[in-house]
């Protein structure tokens, strides 16, 4: 595949941006999964108890930020890792651009990704040289040994939570092959419906084996720490260590007031529980708004987004809204399957939210 990168995502929805922002009353912007709530105090606290260290921090993290990340998972999700096997990193999208990188693929390998994904997957891809195969099916028996498998539950853009049987095959189909399988779980704390959002390193998806397993985390969209660019990774002892040896050579490193700020969102779960009841309870108005405007709301079990659709091509759509003042970001930004659909974010003001239902209505 072509190292050329494709054109920046959101770079095309400038012109429905200017179109949305012309709206008497202002824009509101249910484009992208930019967190708008404050950073909570107590993790504001953390990044001010080390701001005054001015030495390098270390690649690995402090053993308080391991520990806090361990526990974290152990607390919220019934993942039991060791600390050693943390490894901090500066948000979770350069992981995700970066991996196939750092774990050697190239030329001449595949990577497989989600039919409907995240664009920097399949940007990581490129970045490597390596080729990229979408699907969400579980592949054949057959000749294919890719060199990594990404998964993502719940899903963006689609809020998909993948149930534990279809994670457990996806885990037994990659080892079978000896490809690694990377389980993108930025929004694993946001479960609304349905059936919990379950971690790859999970004994029930894994059966306590974590070899050939990574599972990335974020806490952009928990914490609301998107400033602060901060993320870990755990998983296969083996290929931590392997990613630590590249990134202490490549400087990839938190900086240590972050690391002192994550140990602290780490630590406290109620401001996630917080943040996940203000999520909810704009996905209740915003679906309400959109059901009542003739949309069909598809999956979106869990996670940041609505998947939204009137059966009709996904710009005609993103210029429908736009035209009523809300800008939304079209399907086809995720993938081919993706062009009949709208991702429709929850992250914007309640007092911008507010005005939906009114907006769809006019």
Known sequence: MSRELPTFPWDSLASAKSLAAAHPDGLVDLSVGT???PVPAVVQ??????????GYPTTHGTPALRAAAAGALARRHGVTVSPTDVLPTIGSKELVAWLPTLLGAGPG????????????YEVGVRLAGASVLRTDGLLAAGPLRPALVWVNSPSNPTGTVLPVEHLRKVVDWARERGAVVASDECYLTLGYSGEPPRSILHPDV????FDGLLAVHSLSKSSSLAGYRAGFVTGDPALVERLLAARKHAGMIV????QSAMTAALSDDEHVAAQRGRFAARREVLSGALRAAGFRIDHSEAGLYLWATRDEPAWDTVDRLARRGVLVAPGTIYGPTGDRHVRVALTATDAQVAMVPGRLAG
């Open 35 to 37: 967190p708008v709530d």
């Open 45 to 54: 606290q953390g990044l001010l108890a080390a701001a005054a260290e001015p």
């Open 109 to 120: 390998d595949t990577v497989v990704i989600p039919a409907l994904a995240y664009p920097t």
């Open 206 to 209: 894994c059966g306590g084996r």
């Open 255 to 258: 900086p240590l007031p972050v």
